[in-house]
């Protein structure tokens, strides 16, 4: 069997082969040098300077993979063609992730994905300097917080009228608005930025923002080029069915390449999240063992930004309907729930894991719930 990528979702697919009875041959092709690591610390605790070493903790020699790393899987014909030459496979888990987008123009710009991406950053976010961050999304809020935690003076220029529009809706996203202002952090909505170049950003409407360090934060896209011509189908991500299987038999993909349809929310999910590469190899490498499993979870993921918990279960484009629970303008948490009909089908709550952990679970169960109580913050988050 053979394992393309080496993020958590490569690293998961060869532990739950050997998990689940595997014995035979195990490779795992990685472009990267580093062996396997986790991603969230960096943004988080790396940045910080808390941490500086995620690697994951995996036997290697007790697994019994065998670890092509700094290799890249070039193709796919009838064996899997990489830079060290082609490997022949009877079982193929697909997991190579997904790559930032950059913006054009000749300045230096940082994007954040991997260790070396971390340290680089972390080393330029000196007292004072001046950082203009592009995109108010997930990333670009945590090395927000990390560069203005660090003493810098930090510019976030979003394209959208809020923080986090593309990610939850700009009527939510809008509300954390202010923990920029708290934070120090001037804060640009609403402007798009046309180019990095030496000494700053470039704006689409004209002017422009100083700054010594760019951070590029405005998405990723699914590492799937090696794959074109492979006769897989491609169409944002790998497209799997409820299996993660491809339309080639013995060919699987996971993690935030994937594209695969959700029984539960009856369409394609690609969900570029921890979770999703924790758990979905699983189901895949049960799939090529000769089992049945269905991967169909309530997506989840969490962020950690301005001294805030900020938790996600769920898929709100669903809904028909958005209710708050708490009051997201005074001090405290809050609590955002998606209904479609009298169901819940996606929450997002703000230093409230009590209600992320009940409404995780009412939204897998396609349970019931009554909207008055669920608007009542001192009420549990149940189903009626
Ligand atoms: P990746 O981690 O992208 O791994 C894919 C690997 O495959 C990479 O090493 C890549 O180099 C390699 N590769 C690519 N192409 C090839 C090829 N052709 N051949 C061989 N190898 C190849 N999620 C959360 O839920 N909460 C968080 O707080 C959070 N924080 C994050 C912070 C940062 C800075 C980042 C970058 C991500 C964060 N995430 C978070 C998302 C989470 O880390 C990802 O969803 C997860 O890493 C995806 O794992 P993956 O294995 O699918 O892909």
Redo the contacts with the bound molecule.
């Keep these: 069997m053979i394992v ?9 697919t060869a532990e739950a082969l050997r998990a689940q009875g595997y014995t035979g041959p195990l490779t795992l ?4 040098p580093h062996r ?1 690591y ?7 605790g790396v940045l910080r300077g808390d941490v500086d070493d995620t690697t994951l903790d995996t036997d290697w020699a007790a697994l019994g993979c065998e670890l092509l790393l700094g ?4 193709g796919l014909t009838d064996v899997l063609e ?1 830079t060290a030459g082609p490997l022949a496979f009877d079982g193929l888990v697909i ?6 987008i950059r913006l054009p123009g000749d300045g230096p710009q940082h994007v ?3 260790i070396d ?2 340290r680089a950053l972390r080393a330029e976010l000196r007292p004072g300097a001046r950082v203009a961050i592009v995109g108010a999304g ?2 670009g809020a ?1 090395v927000a917080t990390a560069a203005a935690a660090a003493g810098c003076r930090v510019t976030v220029v979003e394209a959208a009228d809020a923080p986090l529009a593309g990610a939850v809706a700009a009527e939510v996203g809008t509300k954390t608005a202010r923990w920029y202002a708290e934070a120090g952090i001037e804060l640009r909505t609403g402007v798009k930025v046309a180019s990095v170049e030496r000494g700053g950003l470039d704006l689409a409407g004209g002017g422009s923002v100083e700054a010594d360090v760019v951070l590029t934060g405005v998405g ?1 896209r699914p ?1 799937t080029a ?1 794959l074109e011509g492979s006769g897989l189908t491609l169409d944002d991500g790998v497209v799997v069915d409820e299996r993660l299987r491809t339309g080639r038999p013995g060919v699987y993909a ?5 594209a695969w349809w959700s029984p539960t929310f009856q369409r394609r999910l690609r ?7 924790l758990n979905a190899p699983e189901v895949a490498a049960a799939g090529l063992l000769g089992g049945e499993r269905v991967y169909d979870p309530v997506p ?5 930004q301005f001294g805030h918990m900020v938790q996600y279960a769920g898929h709100h484009p669903v809904a028909d309907t958005m209710l708050w629970r708490g009051d997201p303008s005074a001090a405290g948490g809050w609590s955002a729930c998606w209904l479609s009909g009298d169901r819940l089908v996606a929450i997002l709550t703000v230093d409230r894991p009590r209600d992320l952990l009940q409404g995780r679970r009412i939204i897998a169960g396609h349970k019931r719930v009554d909207r008055s109580a669920l608007a009542d913050p001192a009420i549990a988050v149940k189903e009626t």
């Design positions: 393309a990528g080496g993020g958590l979702a490569g690293v998961r092709v990685g472009a990267e396997p986790d991603r969230p610390p960096l943004s988080k290799h890249r899987a070039t990489t997991a190579t992730g997904a790559a930032p954040l994905r991997t991406d971390a997930w990333i945590e990723v590492e090696w996971a993690g935030d390449c994937a969900v570029e999240h921890w979770d999703t590469a989840y993921f969490w962020s950690e």
